[in-house]
């Protein structure tokens, strides 16, 4: 709905990221009007068979087979069409959400656009910023030298993004979690552990 509604402000910030999106951005509006239209008339199409199927059951009562016995035919062709504008419906939406797919998220309103890091805007800095050397090493050299993180098996389990924790790694990961949710209660925040199934 939100492109929809918002399309040249959706194509527009995503020229932020250097992504066109013109193309795709026209392609869901379009599917999703057919989505729209065939479920509009998916949804006449199970009503007007409820509706009829109470008038069946009504000419039966009063012995009227012939005209029942019509309605019945009708209702068939309803529950066919039915049928195939539900695999349209399917098939509309899996294509609308393989496009949505290939969209990014928008970026917030405040970004400017740029091609590289050196063309951010710097909003505020905090601290002091440490001069490791050149013989500094990258968090994921660390973590396979301590063998703590183990990305690869994360990857396979779950995709990129997430990885394992092993040894010191784990304990590192739960003091943390520890460290934010005590940070948290003094803020005055209740913990809960809900009930999973």
Do not use: C
Not at 93 to 114: A, C, D, K, Y
Not at 152 to 173: I, M, N, R
Request: glycine share 8%; proline share 4%.
């Amino acid at each position: 709905a939100f492109i929809r509604e918002n399309k040249d402000e959706v194509i527009r910030r995503l020229t932020v990221k250097n992504f066109s999106a013109g193309d795709i951005v026209s392609q869901i509006i379009d599917l999703d009007e057919k989505r729209r239209e065939t479920q509009k008339k998916l949804d006449d199409g199970l009503a007007e068979a409820n509706l009829l199927a109470r008038e069946i059951g009504g000419l039966f009562q009063k012995g009227m087979a012939t005209e029942a016995n019509a309605l019945k035919e009708k209702t068939a062709g309803l529950k066919e069409m039915s049928r195939e504008l539900s695999l349209a419906l399917d098939e509309i939406t899996g294509r609308m959400n393989e496009l949505l797919l290939q969209l990014p998220n928008l970026p917030h309103i405040s970004v400017q656009p740029g091609h590289s890091a050196a063309e951010n805007e710097v909003v505020f800095e905090w601290g002091t910023i440490p001069m490791l050397g050149e013989a500094a090493k990258p968090h994921w050299e660390l973590a396979g030298e301590y063998d703590i993180i183990d990305f690869d098996l994360g990857s396979k389990v779950t995709g990129a993004g997430f990885p394992f924790y092993k040894g010191k790694g784990a304990k590192l990961q739960r003091a943390l979690i520890n460290f934010f949710l005590e940070e948290a209660i003094k803020s005055g925040y209740t913990e809960f552990q809900p009930p999973l199934f």
